[in-house]
Each structure stands twice: as structure tokens, then as C-alpha cells.
């Protein structure tokens, strides 16, 4: 295998807008040797995101943008994507959709992760969702990002089983644990085709 060290790492921008418990995980997991990545963008859409605490505590650069304004944004975001050399996107509860004009302009790899077993569930309010149809299982999916939202081919998922006594936010914390997981993997998976 490849050695890596920081300066032939994959750059990578984490795109956020809220905790950032992914986020933290994607930052341990690039400080391992054994990772393909360097997190050196976060880009967050919430100037309040928890998340943006953990570019402070390990001095990554980072930008707010508005992305109600969503043209502006996208071009602010593209023009420091290419600043910082980025040729990885993680979305890590990025809670806007980027639009189909972002995603071809954007030449390298953009990757989600989502709260269900796609292409179960879809868009928001997954845990609830799924414990209102009694579900016997859920789970987590990372996938490429497209211009469809959670359609982009999937990479790799994680399987959860649903207790009597899960609640929405029993679950989350569950398939949270199985997320950071999985991210990882995912990423090995991309660019070591493990
Ligand atoms: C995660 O469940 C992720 O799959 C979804 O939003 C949540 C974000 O959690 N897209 P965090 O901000 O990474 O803690």
C-alpha cells in the first residue's frame, strides 16, 4: 500500500450544519496514518453549528456561508474548494442541497452519509419515520452524491436493529455510533477499493 503522509493526503472539505459528531469523527479518522484523508475545508451552512468548535479546536480553515442564498454561496464554496485544492466533499449533516450546477462544476468526489437504509427513507425525520412503520431494522448509508437527494449510488450500509423500547432519539444514538463507523469504511473503500 501507498504510504501517506499529510502532504500526498486527499483533500477533503466537511461540509456541516449542525453537531458535527460526524465531523469529529472524520477529523480522528485523517489523523491516522492509515487514512487517505486530510481535512483541511470545513464549510458549515449555521453560523451556531456545534460542529464549528471542532475547526477551532484543531485549527482546520472554515467558512459560514448563507446558503439561502444559494447561488452566491455555491460560488463562494467552489471558489475556496479550489483555493484549498479539495478533491473530496464529505457531507456530514449538511442540512442544504447543493444544486445540479454545483455538482458538475465540482470536479472531484462529493459522498453523504444518511440515517436509513437507502433507498428506504429519504430526506428528514428518518428515525421517526421508520419507528412509525415499525421497522424491524434500520441503518445508515454512505453513497455518492448526485443531483437527486439520497439517490446517488451507494457505497457501503450498516444495519441497526430496531428494539421495542427504541425511541426516535434511542435510535439516533445507535445508528450514529454505526455512522462514524461506516464513514470511515467508506472512504477506505473509495480510494483503496478495499
Ligand atoms: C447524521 O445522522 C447524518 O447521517 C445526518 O445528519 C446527522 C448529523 O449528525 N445526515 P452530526 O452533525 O454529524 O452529529
Known amino acids: 500500500m501507498v ?4 502532504s500526498n493526503k486527499i483533500k477533503t472539505a466537511v461540509f456541516i450544519s449542525g453537531t458535527g459528531s460526524n465531523l469529529k469523527n472524520l477529523i480522528q479518522f485523517s489523523f491516522l496514518n492509515k487514512s487517505p484523508i486530510k481535512i483541511s475545508l470545513i464549510v458549515s451552512s449555521n453560523k451556531r453549528a456545534k460542529g464549528l468548535s471542532f475547526a477551532d479546536k484543531y485549527k482546520i480553515n472554515r467558512k459560514i456561508y448563507d446558503f439561502n442564498n444559494k ?3 455555491e460560488s463562494l464554496t467552489l471558489k475556496q474548494l479550489k483555493m484549498n485544492n479539495i478533491s473530496l466533499i464529505c457531507l456530514a449533516g449538511f442540512m442544504k442541497i447543493l444544486s445540479p450546477n454545483f455538482i458538475k462544476k465540482f470536479k472531484g468526489i462529493i459522498l453523504n452519509i444518511h440515517p436509513s437504509l437507502l433507498p428506504k427513507y429519504k430526506g428528514l425525520n428518518t428515525h421517526t ?3 412509525q412503520n415499525k421497522e ?3 441503518g445508515c448509508t454512505v453513497h455518492y452524491v448526485n443531483s437527486k437527494l439520497d439517490s446517488g449510488k451507494i457505497i457501503l450500509q450498516a444495519k441497526v436493529k430496531i428494539s421495542k423500547k427504541d425511541t426516535s ?3 439516533k444514538k445507535k445508528i450514529l455510533k454505526q455512522e462514524h463507523l461506516l464513514y470511515r469504511k467508506a472512504i477506505k473503500k473509495v480510494f483503496f477499493s478495499l
Not at 3 to 6: C, I, R
Request: hydrophobic fraction near 25%; avoid cysteine; glycine fraction near 6%.
Open 169 to 171: 432519539s434511542s435510535l
Open 129 to 131: 419515520r421508520v419507528l
Open 136 to 138: 424491524k431494522y434500520s
Open 3 to 6: 504510504k501517506l503522509n499529510g
Open 71 to 73: 447561488k452566491k454561496s
